[in-house]
């Protein structure tokens, strides 16, 4: 989710820290 997958060496996709932080606070949400 956070680099395209199957390449080694890649960038960290900066516009998904978000969105994981997202579905980190629905997870907390539902426990």
């Known amino acids: ?3 395209n ?3 080694g060496g890649q ?3 900066e516009s ?3 969105k994981v932080s ?3 606070r ?3 949400e539902k426990v």
């Open 11 to 13: 960038r960290f996709i």
């Open 1 to 3: 989710m956070s680099v």
């Open 22 to 24: 997202d579905l980190r």
């Open 16 to 18: 998904q820290v978000k």
């Open 5 to 7: 997958p199957g390449f």
């Open 26 to 28: 629905l997870c907390a």
